[in-house]
């Protein structure tokens, strides 16, 4: 991002507008001043009162440092939110709500410049349908058209005074327009659209601080736009850029944190959240390798004798901890003769984890997990069965597609979204077949099949 950039810029729009930009930096000298000269008269103080007065401006400074942090955090938190929506019309709407409750404003919209035509159209706008703003182009000679050509964020605390404002899109709307601030949205140096707040709330003029705040938003939006349409025309590349560029922001985001001037507990707290995300990291890239191969067929299965149950037992081995540290019951019901399959342990032991610590991941504290095989002719059938909170009916059909994670699931557990179809790509190519059944608020089963190893004759392998 660029925000010293942008605050030139700013300066621009400045001497653009004497009027309402002196009211915006008037405000943010004052503070320095009286600063000044509370300072002069504090040696005249006596002793305590010099002491109140400084305990005062210590309070007041870790005040605004505090501010400052949540306000980063919450930018992180924007970008974060921003680059994991690919959804081109989803993004957008959240883009212009968070643009409101940013800058305190009562409504946003974003407009797009086509790439062929050049022209600028609304692609969203606050409590519009899309189909109610998209038709019409929006002219060069437009607030937008400004902000677009002239590559910079413009305030208008009055619309009705400024000839670049049309009342089309209000008549069409029914919204009154007051007061816009408008600001590119720019990758790299190319401008792709404005994003426009209107009306701040309680009619006070827009501020500074709003102005580098949506030049921020924008800054993010924009990269995210991009990717969001680069997706739309997309292939696997995308996808997995996607994917990576999630936990890269956070550390990111966190490491600048990090430099600046913190306190030690804030510090721990960073550097926790900078390892888990470089671990997942790690983890997405592992498993991205290893679907890629699976996939390709480029994977070496190993074609041995498995012992299941000790596939199973070591595998449920590992997820024990996890359990316990959530009160969660690890049930495993094998019977005596297992017959042997062919495959490959490791890797079938890789599904087993997969389900299991879904299984414990999303279950609820005090919980329960049952694993459990069967054997049927020719095959064995194995389960994983749990309490948790169950997957929607419209999910279900998806699970088991890369990178799909059931909305809420990012809150609550970490993953990435390719366990399952891991699973389901080392199962089939053992010759098996991996489904779920569910039921919200109940549970979930996961289960598949593998193929019984044919009995030999003796002599045979
Ligand atoms: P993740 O790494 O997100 O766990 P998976 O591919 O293993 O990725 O699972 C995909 C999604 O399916 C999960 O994000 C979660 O929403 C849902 N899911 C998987 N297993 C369960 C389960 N046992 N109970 C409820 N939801 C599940």
Redesign the pocket.
């Known amino acids: 991002m660029n925000a010293s950039d942008h605050a030139e810029k700013t300066t621009d729009v400045q001497q653009e507008k004497p009027a309402p930009a002196g009211a915006v930096t008037g405000r943010e000298q004052r503070p320095s001043n009286t600063g000044s000269t509370k300072a002069d008269s504090a040696s005249r103080m006596s002793l305590q009162e010099a002491i109140a007065y400084l305990e005062t401006q210590i309070a007041r400074v870790e005040e605004m440092q505090q501010k400052h942090i949540a306000r980063l955090e919450r930018i992180i938190e924007v970008s974060r939110i921003l680059n994991s929506n690919l959804n081109l019309q989803a993004l957008l709407e959240d883009i212009i709500s968070i643009a409101t409750e940013l800058t305190n404003t009562e409504a946003s919209s974003i407009l797009l410049v086509d790439k062929k035509t050049g022209e600028l159209h609304f692609e969203a706008a606050t409590g519009v349908k899309k189909h109610e703003v998209a038709t019409e182009v929006v002219p060069p000679h437009s607030v937008a058209g400004w902000v677009v050509r002239e590559n910079t964020p413009l305030v208008i605390d009055d619309v009705s005074q400024d000839p670049r404002w049309s009342r089309k899109i209000d008549d069409a709307t029914g919204f009154t327009t007051r007061s816009i601030l408008g600001v590119p949205l720019r990758v790299k140096d190319r401008v792709i659209g404005v994003l426009e707040v209107l009306n701040k709330i309680n009619d006070e003029p827009f501020t500074e601080d709003d102005v580098q705040t949506l030049c921020v938003l924008a800054d993010q939006a924009a990269v995210a736009i991009e990717n969001a349409r680069l997706f739309q025309q997309s292939d696997l590349i995308s996808e997995v850029v996607h994917e990576l560029r999630t936990p890269l922001t956070s550390i990111r985001g966190y490491s600048q944190l990090l430099l600046s001037d913190i306190k030690p507990e804030l510090k721990r707290q960073f550097a926790e959240t900078i390892n888990r995300e470089a671990i997942r990291l790690g983890q997405l890239v592992n498993?991205f390798l290893e679907l890629a191969r699976l996939e390709s067929g480029r994977a070496h299965i190993a074609q041995d004798p498995v012992d299941l149950r000790q596939v199973i037992e070591e595998a449920v081995s590992i997820i024990r901890p996890q359990a316990a540290e959530r009160d969660i019951t690890v049930n495993v019901d094998l019977p005596e003769d297992i017959p042997t399959v062919i495959g490959d342990a490791a890797r079938l032991k890789q599904v087993l984890l997969?389900?299991a610590?879904?299984?414990v991941?999303?279950?609820k504290d005090g919980g329960r997990v049952d694993v459990s095989l069967t054997v049927d002719k020719d095959r064995v059938t194995i389960a994983?069965k749990?309490t948790?909170?169950?997957?929607a009916p419209e999910?279900l059909p998806?699970?088991?597609e890369?990178?799909?994670?059931?909305?809420?699931?990012?809150q609550e557990?970490?993953?990435?979204?390719?366990?399952?179809?891991?699973?389901k790509q080392i199962v089939e190519s053992h010759g098996g077949e991996i489904w779920?059944k569910?039921e919200v608020g109940v549970?979930?089963t996961?289960a598949f099949t593998l193929p019984v190893a044919q009995k030999t004759k003796p002599g045979q392998r």
């Open positions: 498993d997969n389900l610590s879904n299984a991941k999303y279950n994983v749990d948790g909170r169950g997957i999910d998806h699970v088991f890369k990178f799909y994670r059931v909305v809420d699931s990012e557990a970490v993953g990435t979204g390719l366990g399952l179809s891991i699973a779920v569910s549970g979930s996961f």
